[in-house]
């Protein structure tokens, strides 16, 4: 499956963060909120996601809710793969970049899948 991956869109001096996949049929919408200063080694709090149709029509989940919060045991999955992606290693080069956005992709896919029925 072929998807685009858009990291860190944000407004100036904002806590909160969006990431998006945009897949073939569907679109999935990350919403990252952090606590503390953006300017000083900020701390993730939340992780909110939800999809899309590439028409920007939500997609109800299959308990007929819209968004997901991330907790638990995948918050913490979740941490890690966003750490890689902001790191100083991630941004030049000096990893295999592919790896780790397609790492990235499909944790966040197999999320969207349990929860989520996609036709």
Do not use: C, W
């Not at 990350?30 to 899309?52: C, D, H, N, Q, W």
Request: glycine share 2%; no cysteine.
């Amino acid at each position: 499956m072929n998807y685009k991956l858009e990291l860190r869109t944000q407004e100036s001096k904002s806590n909160i963060v969006f990431n998006n996949i945009l897949f073939d049929a569907f679109k999935v919408n990350i919403i990252e909120k952090y606590a503390g200063k953006m300017t000083a080694k900020p701390i993730l709090s939340e992780v909110v996601f939800k999809v899309r149709t590439l028409d920007d029509t939500l997609v109800m989940r299959k308990d007929g809710h819209i968004r997901i919060k991330v907790k638990g045991d995948d918050f913490q999955i979740y941490q890690n793969l966003s750490k890689i992606l902001n790191s100083y290693d991630y941004k030049h080069k000096l990893i295999n970049r592919a790896n780790a956005e397609q790492d990235y992709v499909h944790y966040m896919l197999s999320l969207v899948i349990a929860n989520y029925q996609l036709n």
